[in-house]
């Protein structure tokens, strides 16, 4: 296959596109396919080609991801591509080259793939100087329909994680999608010698001893990093650690300002600045470091977390939403939501002995594997076949089926055994000669949907059902959104119906079973089933039958969360559990009772080694500040605070002292 990669963001620049756009690049070629760059350097006059790589004229943008900006179309250019005889093309960007992409698509008839990378409403604040929260919502409306409008070319979208194309089917766009997240070279972050000696010389020069321990954030330093957080934490937790690091690698609009605040404060030699360092070095950096942070809610995925992962890092993160598949409590790493709760998370972390840290070590290391370069490249692959499939397939006509006077509904299967469903009136059907064992090819498939009304309706409501859940309400709502003078909506969903294309019964049975599957209970599930707007009795009685299964479905839940329970303390593993179940949707006094009457399996060994390693933990906090019989009071009375019982304090008190 002939594929073209166009973006307005490429090498030298080190961002999470050009990382993904280069490991595809490489993944693709290693498969056997032809692999064309084309992207833009800040020349404002010369066009480059060279190697595969065409790089159009544009002009470097500093304020905007240090992208170089392009004219939305070039002629010399066009042509060149032209001569390349591309497959597909697949765009990564939103703006000049982007846009070029979108409209050499169309003018040489290639389908069009797009990767969505970047949440562009996260990133509103840099046109709202003035924080207003009118201007905000604007900016993310503005954003939602530029995204919506640049999606619709496309034959499939690909986006980094769930999270993404839940916020993309948000703004209303209903192309087909394809969640691959994007994969790393992982032998590049592997344990070597080359990279031992890379960490020993970056801690030699920054003056960072071999016991320290480090933690690393690697990125763009900008406001929608949420840095600030961890700076702020990190202000005071040097003040306990003497033996703690922070360290920045990258650049950005805030650099300056990060720089200055750490100067400010005399942390200079704790927290450290490297600026931009080269993408070969990066492996070096995560390995000269202990462990990975990053307060960002912004990620589409998140490709640093997988490179720390790669090379054994835990990952302290706050956006649970985009590392829902990478982040274990415990296992390979922690989540936060503020300073304070980061702090807490730091201090349990450094109380680890060096086998639960190795322990996580490995854990990270097995868990990024599915992210491997080349099974990302065949995934990718298999979207390029699916959509050179769809747009060129011919299909040919199975059955012809009268939905109502003078239309009728064709039944479509292709050579691959791929079927789909067309609307035709009586008129088409006569000009087009169309009868059973009748080939027609997508052209015409779209020229019959554009020849009638009822038919564009009928045809727009059977894609939206192949890719998405709707219920009767929300297809009809929809219709009327897009029909907004149409008579006859209520005819299409009704045809719909009849043909059993659209049942509200079996929807919201499908829609609850996947919700109690997932362990959520009555109320989550209930809050879940607002946006279908099914009829008040069907969702009232089928309310009533889950409201009935609660018990089964909290002890489902309690038992799928149970190992919560066993971190700390046994008063604060059960809270931790209660608390748990309670956000999964299930009722506080329900899940008090079964948490209270659950057979735990708590013993004393458990016990003692969870108390043991909060001792250690509190003790190294209090020595700094205090006399040895100052902090073990403090130690003492912060294990109570903990839910710790005197029993069990005392116990581990005695074997401290027989050791």
Known sequence: MKIGLFSDTYLPDINGVVTSIETLRHGLIELGHEVYIIANHSSLLTLKYEDNILLLPGIELKFLFDYNLSGPMNFRALDIIKDMNLDVIHVHTEFGVGIFARIAARILDIPLVYTYHTTYEDYTHYVNFFNSKTLDKVAKKAVASLSKMLSNPASLLITPSHKTKTMLEGYGIERPMHVIPTGINLERFDHSKELDYQRQMIRHNYQIDEEATVFIFVGRIAEEKNIQLVLNAFEKLVHDHHDLYFMIVGSGPDLDTTIEWINNRGLQSRI???NRIENTQIPGYYHSADAFVSASMTETQGLTYI?????????????????????????????????????????HFLSLSVNEKEVINQIAKETVKPYDARIFAESISEVYQLALDQYKTEYSVEAINQLKEDYYQLKLISASGQIKYHVVNEQQLTSYQIKEDRILDQQQLQQLARDDKFTQKYNLALDRLTYKDYSSQQLTDYLEKSYPEATDNDLVIEILKQKNLLNDERLIEEVITRQREKGYGYYRIEKYLQPYVFEDTLLENHLSLLDENQYIDC??????????????????????????????????????????????????????????KEYERFMKRYLRQHEESVAAQKTVQALLNKGFNYETIQRILAMRKEN
């Open 555 to 612: 002890e489902n839940a309690l038992l799928k969360n149970e190992s919560l329970v066993y971190y700390g303390s046994q008063k604060e593993g059960l809270n931790r559990l209660k608390s748990k179940l309670i956000r999964n949707g299930f009722e506080s006094h329900l899940v008090n009772h079964m948490v209270e009457t659950w057979d735990f399996k708590f013993d004393n060994e458990l016990l003692d080694k969870n108390c043991n």
């Open 272 to 274: 450290i600045c490297t």
């Open 307 to 347: 490179e720390a992962m790669a090379c054994g890092l835990p990952i302290f993160a706050s956006d649970m939403s985009v590392l829902e598949d990478l982040l274990f409590e415990e296992k390979t790493g922690f989540y936060f939501d503020d300073e304070d709760s980061f702090i807490n998370k730091v201090n």
